[in-house]
């Protein structure tokens, strides 16, 4: 069985689908691995380091796509990439349904099976193969860190000769795997922290990293698996009306807020941006999927009346070593789930296969895919 492994070519993508130790991992399994050259190049791995791994290094992208069995990517890929692969070929990546309707329809029409990792069971037997959770996590840690370099106060609170300066408040929205990095981090920082969710049940472990739990007279909305359900438009005014006043007294917000598959949710207005304080900052994190706030320009930094809105995609790919590293590790034991005696073997009884599946056999065959791309 071949496995192939491409060079992303999506602009500012710097991550790489496998890493020598996961080329390593999949070739002691038995599996044939080819990686385009200069692959790894961006998060900093040589190509030689995959050869002693023992795959093989290809000049070009159509060398390692048209016999693979198997395609390894972050992105979604392209249409000039698709058009390489062989029918039933098996993909995994990051598809986002959502927005990229041309492409699922694309993958399905060429007979590709593919596997969205957004899309997969959020169940204790998946957790190994969390792509969207592993990079969350990294995402939430540097989104503290932007903010703390772009905030023009310090994050401790410190006593000087000069008098004691105030730590900073921040404030978190949405305490899944990014809110939850992003409150760890900004309390190692030494900022007092407070945290909003739409779920109550998450108020133990905000708490448990030190940081004050907003509670909002608001019906809970956890949605399956865990995630925060998509909430109606009445529930979100409701929600903007109460919050305000948190955001106003905050130096720092985070917005985290995302359901999987789905525009991200609006959290915080103009009006609200044009109530915090000069020289605040709001780091959205939802950039990618239109973003929790209103004024977020995706892929820009906006400055409205001196508060600092910054709206950049695609934050994990700021740190690609070690994103690279995660991801790599999820794609290939979801990889090594599917395949069966060295060959791909597909059990749709299985929830993780069946959850993630977005195409299959020439159709579109995920319910949730095609939601997202009926209500697109």
Not at 176 to 191: C, D, K, P, S, Y
């Amino acid at each position: 069985m071949k496995v192939a492994v491409p060079r992303e070519i999506e602009q500012g993508e710097r991550r790489v689908a496998l890493v020598p130790d996961t080329a390593r991992m999949l070739v002691a399994a038995g599996l044939e691995v080819g990686v385009e050259a200069g692959a790894g190049a961006a998060a900093f791995i040589a190509d030689e380091l995959y050869q002693k791994a023992g795959a093989a290094v290809a000049g070009r992208a159509g060398s390692v796509l048209r016999d693979a069995d198997a395609v390894l990517k972050v992105q979604a890929p392209r249409e000039s990439e698709i058009s390489l692969l062989k029918k039933g070929a098996v993909l995994i990546s990051f598809l986002q349904p959502a927005t990229q309707g041309d492409i699922v329809r694309s993958l399905a029409s060429h007979g590709i099976t593919a596997f969205s990792l957004e899309l997969l069971p959020r169940i204790s037997r998946a957790q190994s193969m969390d792509a969207l959770s592993s990079q969350a996590s990294a995402a939430g840690y540097k989104a503290v860190l932007m903010a703390a370099d772009r905030l023009g106060k310090l994050f401790p609170m410190m006593m000087t000769a000069a008098g004691t300066v105030a730590p900073t408040r921040v404030l978190v929205m949405g305490a899944g795997v990014a809110g939850l990095q992003a409150i760890a981090t900004a309390r190692r920082l030494g900022a007092v922290v407070s945290a909003y969710d739409v779920r109550p049940a998450v108020k133990e472990e905000v708490s448990s990293l030190g940081a004050t739990f907003i509670e909002l007279p608001l019906e809970t909305q956890e949605g399956e698996g865990g995630y925060a359900r998509e909430q109606s438009e009445e529930f979100l005014r409701q929600q903007r009306e109460l919050i305000g006043e948190h955001v106003a007294k905050s130096d720092v917000v985070i917005t985290t807020a995302a359901v999987p598959g789905r525009r991200a949710p609006m959290l915080v207005t103009a009006e609200m941006v044009r109530g915090m304080r000069p020289g605040s900052v709001i780091v959205d994190l939802a950039a990618e999927t239109g973003g929790n706030v209103e004024l977020t320009q995706p892929g820009k930094e906006a400055d409205v009346n001196g508060v600092t809105i910054i709206g950049t995609r695609n934050i994990p790919s700021t740190m690609p070593l070690t994103t690279s590293q995660l991801f790599a590790r999820n794609v290939a034991n979801l990889l090594l789930h599917l395949v069966k005696n060295g060959a791909v073997s597909l059990d749709f009884a299985d929830e993780i296969t069946k959850g993630a599946c977005v195409t299959h056999g020439g159709e579109i065959v995920n319910e949730r895919a095609k939601q997202a791309l009926s209500a697109a």
